[in-house]
């Protein structure tokens, strides 16, 4: 493992080979995992099983809890925090944010070709040695060196995530759209509430989801809801009304439904299905 850390700030920033649960869990960090063996990972980021194929990484965050299960000592993992690197307020300088982190799909996987492989072996290289050259630089540097990883994923995450890769600013709204939603989802659920912010009108934010994204902007506003409701279901002890009425649902009945809509299960089903997790 190799760490940067300034106690100053709490500033974190870790590379390691293999998935170390109990350090990353523990924490607040936004992270890239990729598998740079030649078999297949098994991953669960809370509820969610993937199965993380060789010369592909996943992006997730601090929100999510994630497990890999033993096959894991192939993969190579960048770990760090806001304080170390914050991608909303230095957004402009990456475009990384409501596509790799915070977007709707929650935990993107990316694949890498050859030659993308080469690139981040050759930077996974660079940042190892970056490590050990302890000056007054050396954070500069390392910030430098993860914001270049952070572009080449986004540059990727553009041509495979999106459905096209043509107008910017059509982009732009896409990722600002998640990025709000992330920021409100439990006190606005209308898509007109999230086109007033973004001083759009409903139809034009439909249409741009309709051109970019696989969901429509209300299936990103539920898929966030329920993403939250999993967690709380499987992390805390609260009842059903109590998490309903947290994510902004103080009907229960309506709150049910709309979870039973999404997952295929009752809020009771899913809860008896937490003896299953990681790798059942």
């Avoid at 920033?13 to 078999?39: E, H, S």
């Amino acid at each position: 493992m190799k760490e940067y850390s300034n106690p100053e700030i709490d500033a974190r920033f870790t590379l390691v080979k293999g998935f170390p649960a109990d350090y990353v869990n523990n924490r607040q960090f936004m992270m890239f995992i990729w598998n740079d063996g030649n078999c297949p990972v098994k991953a669960m980021i809370d509820d969610r099983k993937i199965e993380l194929l060789p010369d592909h990484l996943f992006c997730t965050t601090y929100l999510h809890k994630v497990h890999i299960d033993n096959s894991g000592q192939h993969l190579k993992s960048l770990f760090f925090n806001r304080e170390f690197y914050c991608v909303h307020t230095y957004d402009s300088e990456v475009s990384c944010n409501g596509l790799l982190f915070f977007g709707s799909n929650t935990s993107p996987v990316l694949k890498l070709d050859e030659d993308e492989i080469n690139r981040l072996r050759i930077l996974f290289s660079v940042l190892e040695e970056e490590f050990s050259m302890v000056d007054n630089n050396q954070e500069e540097m390392l910030r430098i060196l993860l914001k270049r990883f952070i572009i080449r994923c986004t540059r990727l995450a553009r041509k495979q995530i999106l459905k096209s890769n043509n107008n910017q600013s059509d982009i732009d709204l896409v990722r600002q759209f998640n990025v709000l939603v992330e920021e409100h989802f439990k006190s606005k659920k209308t898509v007109q509430e999230y086109a007033e912010l973004l001083h759009k009108s409903p139809k034009t934010v439909t249409n741009v989801f309709s051109k970019y994204s696989e969901d429509s902007p209300l299936q990103v506003i539920h898929k966030r809801v329920i993403m939250e409701a999993k967690r709380m279901f499987l992390y805390t002890d609260k009842q059903s009304k109590e998490i309903g009425f947290e994510l902004g649902y103080p009907d229960p009945a309506q709150f049910s439904k709309l979870f039973k809509n999404h997952t295929g299960k009752t809020i009771t089903e899913f809860r008896n299905s937490k003896s299953q997790l990681p790798f059942g």
